[in-house]
């Protein structure tokens, strides 16, 4: 049974995300907002590209390089986004995706679980 809310565990993940994002990608958002849908997880992040990645997404050839490498240090890092997944909400990661605009900042990952999140918070709601 889920102890927290629905809204405290979306912010506890938010936080979680930052973390991870400033540990090993180097820079955290400026803003995170995390949404529990069904079985996805959805995270939107404002701000995280560096100087120097905005710098280099100003040619087409530039932008490329920066979502390649930034998708590739997020593949890697699958094991710590599983730890987050199974800490947090205390489901299994079934698959990660995700993508970022060089020109905007801001990157969306989705995750997918093995567990109807929405039923997690329904079930927890009548006990109360």
């Not at 809204?7 to 991870?20: H, M, P, Q, R, V």
């Amino acid at each position: 049974m889920i102890e927290k809310t629905r809204g405290e565990l979306e912010a506890e993940f938010s936080k979680a995300i930052i973390k991870f994002e400033k540990e090993h990608l180097g820079r955290g958002p400026l803003d995170t907002r995390t949404f529990f849908l069904n079985d996805m997880i959805v995270v939107r992040l404002r701000g995280v590209l560096t100087p120097a990645e905005a710098k280099l997404a100003e040619s087409r050839e530039g932008q490329a390089l920066v979502k390649e490498t930034r998708r590739q240090l997020f593949e890697v890092s699958r094991p710590l986004i599983e730890a987050i997944v199974g800490e947090v909400v205390n489901c299994k990661l079934v698959s990660l995706h995700t993508d970022m605009s060089t020109k905007t900042g801001e990157r969306v990952i989705v995750l997918t679980v093995d567990a109807n999140l929405d039923e997690l918070f329904r079930k927890s709601n009548t006990r109360r």
